[in-house]
């Protein structure tokens, strides 16, 4: 056949296909990052893989909290994901941020969440079965992603994935990836529902607070200095004056001396003035540095044993990120998750507290506290 005869027979067979950026439909004002080609096919957008690096289709608006469906089909043997919250990287040639996993290899780990050039795997899906069996190879999946605050979300085919708490980013772009090598997907029918957004709001320790009990507090709107020496016995708090119900708190410790604690869902009782749940506060060895513990309760919660608990303080400030909603909490100490698990005895609402504690040489500097708080109601 002659060459000019294919090449039109070629135009003819895509002419219905539309190469980016698309000025209209579904993914109007979506720009292409990284060599990978992205056609549209009727209202099916095709990513064609094969390249040695991951390509995305990238969102023309941030989203922070909303809500994502989207059908996508992926030849097997391939491996995708659906950026949330990302951003473009400075060179303008690769996306960064939290991904919602499309994997159809022997591992089954779709819907997990994924740090792209963001810290790797942050929740995967091992050892949960009915999850791992949610995704179809080789047929079209319908996957749903909820992001709400530190919340991140996902369904693959109906069925929970994950239910994640990170607050490192709260807002980015979305983006649809073409990984590396053989990568074929299809993707239609997105739907995305914007619900506003959350943003960190300072706390101020002398009116957010009020100090309780013994010890001595020295304190400043962002910094506050307590103090406790071993022939007291009466603890000291630093007790809020009103509860909170879900949130992220930060807040920065340096640690001297002694024990102490930061607490959440609390609340007034009890030998030690407060009952409820600590963040663990002590450098000292063994002595399981963020781990939770449950005060006039339950003990150690997590970990059981401090044996080869991992976390431990460094000089100087100390990042303490404690993440809370309904019964899933999260703790990140200097930027490393600690620990995540549900539990159902926390209760639904309770103070924040800040401890020195009794019979011990206590001293140490909380600063820079800070919430996560809705800042929009969901657009109507």
């Not at 994502?68 to 491996?79: A, R």
């Not at 951003?87 to 994924?114: H, L």
Request: net charge negative.
């Amino acid at each position: 056949m002659e060459p000019m005869l294919v090449s039109l027979l070629l135009v003819l067979a895509t002419a219905h296909i539309t190469d980016v950026p698309f000025s209209s439909g579904p993914f109007a004002g979506w720009k292409s990052v990284g060599p990978a080609a992205f056609v549209m096919d009727g209202q099916t957008l095709i990513g064609r893989g094969g390249e040695s690096v991951n390509s995305f289709l990238v969102s023309p608006q941030s989203y922070a909290d909303f809500e994502l469906e989207i059908d996508l089909h992926i030849k097997p043997g391939g491996n995708s994901g659906i950026q949330i919250r990302s951003e473009v990287t400075e060179d303008g040639r690769a996306v960064s941020g939290y991904q919602i996993e499309v994997d159809t290899s022997e591992r089954r780990w779709s819907g997990g969440v994924y740090g792209e050039r963001f810290g790797g795997w942050r929740h995967n899906v091992e050892g949960r079965p009915k999850a791992q069996a949610a995704f179809r190879n080789g047929a079209w999946n319908t996957y749903r992603i909820v992001c709400e605050g530190p919340r991140i979300r996902s369904w693959v085919n109906g069925v929970p994935v994950a239910d994640y708490l990170d607050a490192d980013r709260i807002e980015g772009v979305i983006a649809l990836q073409v990984h590396s090598g053989s990568c074929d997907i299809e993707w239609k029918n997105l739907n995305i529902t914007d619900r506003g957004r959350h943003e960190w709001r300072p706390l101020d320790f002398t009116t957010d607070f009020a100090p309780r009990g013994g010890g001595t507090w020295t304190t400043s709107p962002q910094r506050t200095r307590g103090t406790q020496v071993r022939s007291n016995p009466e603890y000291g708090l630093l007790f809020s004056t009103k509860p909170w119900q879900d949130f992220v708190l930060s807040v920065d410790c340096e640690w001297t001396a002694g024990n102490s604690g930061v607490y959440f869902r609390a609340k007034a009782g009890g030998f030690s003035g407060i009952t409820g749940i600590q963040c663990e506060v002590d450098s000292r060895p063994g002595r399981r540095a963020a781990g939770l513990y449950e005060t006039n309760g339950r003990g150690w919660v997590h970990p059981t044993k401090g044996e080869g608990w991992p976390h431990e303080f460094k000089p100087g400030p100390n990042r303490y990120e404690i993440h809370c909603v309904g019964d899933l909490v999260a703790v990140d100490f200097n930027g490393q998750r600690a620990l995540q698990l549900r539990d159902p005895a926390l209760g639904t609402e309770g103070h924040f507290a800040f401890q020195l504690h009794g019979s011990e040489d206590v001293d140490l500097v909380f600063a820079n506290p800070k919430v996560l708080v809705k800042a929009t109601p969901e657009p109507s």
